[in-house]
């Protein structure tokens, strides 16, 4: 007999959450009942239905699905309807890809994405609602804190700490030890040496802070 599998609802449309549902039909854990987005242009995504926008969440808790999980790449915009989607009773789950490796040492929070390719290794912890990207590496001991994006083929080595909300882009290499503050934006291929301040975006070899117009 088919296991009967939890129901979960994406929410995001765009190009994240069709990685999201990959991950989620890859690994099998639960049944995806479709996507919601605010634009109503969307029709399916990876075979996954349009639901309509997040008007209709209330309608699908009341259906029995209970679980969610936020497939949208931007940090403010994901913390914001990670907790609002939380508090009205639904519970984030994880999208770990079964191409990924993770140390068992290591924690993961809730409403994690972790994708192909990527390493996580003993005593790393991951809090919640954070994006481990495509082939990205989180070494011994690293603490990221929720609502971090780390971008696809990023190198964090030992001991770094992502604080919270924090974009790490990618390509980008973190040397061990070193604190990136709340907030701030790690360029595109930025070897950080040293602790970065919150709010600040850096970019370039050894990083260095510029003002962000993004
Ligand atoms: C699956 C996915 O797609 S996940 C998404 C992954 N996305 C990323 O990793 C994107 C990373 N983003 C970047 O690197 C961006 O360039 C940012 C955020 C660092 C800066 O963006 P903006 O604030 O728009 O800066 P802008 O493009 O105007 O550049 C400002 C200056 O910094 C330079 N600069 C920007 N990015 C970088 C970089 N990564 N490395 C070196 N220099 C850079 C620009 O050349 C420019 O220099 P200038 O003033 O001498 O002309």
Redesign the pocket.
């Known amino acids: 007999m088919e296991p009967v599998l939890d129901k979960v609802v994406v929410i995001g449309g765009g190009?994240?959450s069709k990685?999201v549902i990959d991950i989620l039909q890859s690994a099998g854990t639960y049944e995806i009942v479709g996507f919601t987005d605010n634009s109503d242009q969307q029709r399916s995504l990876c075979g996954v239905p349009y639901l309509g926008n997040d008007e209709i969440l209330p309608e699908l808790l009341n259906k029995g699905v209970l679980r969610f999980i936020v497939g949208l790449?931007d940090n403010k915009v994901r913390k914001i309807l990670f907790e609002k989607i939380r508090t009205v009773g639904f519970m984030p789950v994880n999208a770990i890809s079964p191409f990924a490796h993770i140390s068992p040492h290591a924690k993961i929070g809730q409403g994690v994405v972790v994708m192909a390719g990527a390493v996580i290794n003993p005593y790393a912890v991951i809090k919640d609602n954070v994006i481990i990207?495509?082939l990205s590496g989180i070494d011994h001991d690293c603490i990221i804190d929720s609502h971090v994006?780390i971008?696809?083929g990023t190198s964090l080595t030992g001991c770094v700490r992502v604080c919270e909300g924090a974009?790490v882009?990618?390509?980008s290499k973190i040397t061990p030890n070193v604190e990136i503050g709340e907030w701030s934006?790690i360029?595109?291929?930025?070897v950080v040496i040293s602790d970065i301040l919150p709010g600040s975006?850096v970019?370039?070899v050894p990083a260095k802070k510029?003002i962000?117009?993004?």
């Open positions: 190009g994240h990685v790449g990207n495509t994006h971008a696809p974009f882009g990618t390509g934006v360029g595109a291929g930025a975006t970019v370039g510029i962000a117009k993004g």
